[in-house]
């Protein structure tokens, strides 16, 4: 009995090392494990904050070069552009604007017309070269194009109500003159 009971103690001391071993590999295998999970995701980290920063340094220098081939860009051949552009719209539209204005009105207030439209014309295009020369310094070719056409559009729905007025009135007057001296002319044949 004592030897079967050696054995059972042996077999049993066997069984429980064999047991400890497995844990204490497992335990080393999780602790192994998670170090090198540690360094690993530390050095994810410090590749993906040098990456940030590589494309970070990269963006910055690309706008840098953006806005700079914009300025310069700006500073030539559009601007040139955009003045031939003003001048010929402004001179079709002034030069259509006073033949419509001479055509239809004779005396004061023809000369009336023609002095304002011309501060009209001054004021204006110093607004414009203002704005052509704020618009060199940034980024605002584009909202100067949108303003000049909006304004171009509202000037000249201003100039047509303007001169609409002018020969209403204008026909208004030459009417009261007609009637006035028809109805001499009535009055004196009914006389003869």
Do not use: H, P
Request: without cysteine; hydrophobic residues 40%; glycine residues 2%.
């Amino acid at each position: 009995m004592e030897i079967s009971n050696l054995w059972v103690f042996v077999i049993f001391l066997a069984i429980v090392l064999f047991i400890i071993a497995i844990m204490a590999g497992v335990i080393g295998y999780f602790w192994a494990s998670s170090k090198t999970k540690t360094t690993l995701l530390k050095q994810n980290e410090l590749a993906f904050k040098q990456a940030q920063d590589q494309l970070k340094n990269w963006k910055e220098q690309e706008l840098e070069s953006i806005k700079q081939q914009i300025f310069d860009s700006a500073k030539g051949q559009t601007i040139q552009e955009m003045q031939e552009q003003v001048q010929k719209w402004q001179q079709n539209e002034l030069q259509q604007a006073k033949q419509q204005i001479y055509d239809a009105i004779k005396g004061q207030s023809t000369q009336e017309m023609a002095a304002n439209i011309q501060r009209w014309q001054q004021n204006e295009l110093q607004s414009i070269k203002k704005q052509m020369s704020e618009a060199i310094r940034g980024e605002m070719i584009q909202e100067a194009q949108q303003q000049l056409i909006t304004w171009r559009n509202e000037e000249l729905e201003n100039s047509k109500r303007q001169i609409w007025d002018v020969l209403s009135k204008e026909a208004i007057n030459t009417l009261e003159q007609w009637k006035v001296e028809a109805e001499k002319e009535i009055r004196q044949d009914a006389i003869s």
